[in-house]
């Protein structure tokens, strides 16, 4: 009995991620544009009721990104996606973003998620618009630049000059396992 459950939960899952990637698909660059735009609100917002330190460093970064991802994690292979898009304060520049990771080691589970992403610096910028980011696996409970002294508190360095906050939404999954992640910008959209 729990074997056909677990085998329908994860089938319906798929389906569900299927049905997520067609449905975006099939709709105009306008309307992408205008999801991911109110999916960054949404995601702000999820954001700012968990972690409330994350407002300030907002409001105090050179720039950030939100990107709602989800993933499924199956044996030795685990794989997730996100979409949003990022804003640089300063300039007001909003670029369109899309995240792919896979993960190779023990894997079970699935799970929706958001991530906030604290840009410092120019050179942090550029580099994370430009996809050439390294992210780094440094898990922390509190995150701090070691240069500045800047801290944000319930974040993981992820790179030189950028922070992560993570908040799950749905599901559960089980990693032990190695990561590589990129973001890329949507070229279709900006």
């Known amino acids: 009995m729990k074997k056909n459950f677990s085998r329908l939960f994860f089938l319906t899952l798929i389906c569900c991620f299927a049905t997520s990637a067609v449905t975006f698909a099939k709709s105009t660059p306008d309307q992408q544009r205008a999801e991911l735009n109110e999916m960054r609100g949404k995601v702000l917002e999820r954001m700012y009721a968990k972690y409330p330190e994350s407002r300030s460093a907002v409001q105090n970064a050179y ?17 997730d996606h996100g979409r ?18 896979v993960s190779v080691g023990l894997n079970f589970g699935a799970k929706e998620y958001d991530l906030l992403f604290i840009i410092q610096n ?11 980011i390294k992210f780094g696996t440094e898990v922390s409970a509190q995150a701090s630049d070691g240069v500045t002294g800047d801290t944000f508190a319930n974040a ?20 032990l396992s190695f990561k590589g992640a990129r973001i890329t910008p949507y070229k279709t959209l900006n």
């Open 63 to 79: 720039a950030y990104c939100t990107i709602s991802a989800s993933g499924v994690k199956l044996g030795f292979w685990g794989d």
């Open 122 to 132: 120019q050179t942090a910028w550029e580099r994370f618009i430009s996809g050439n």
């Open 156 to 175: 993981t360095i992820v790179a030189n000059g950028v922070w992560v906050y993570q908040l799950d939404k749905k599901g559960l999954a089980v990693e």
């Open 84 to 101: 949003g898009m990022v804003v640089n304060n300063y300039t007001g520049q909003k670029i369109y973003m899309k995240m792919k990771e």
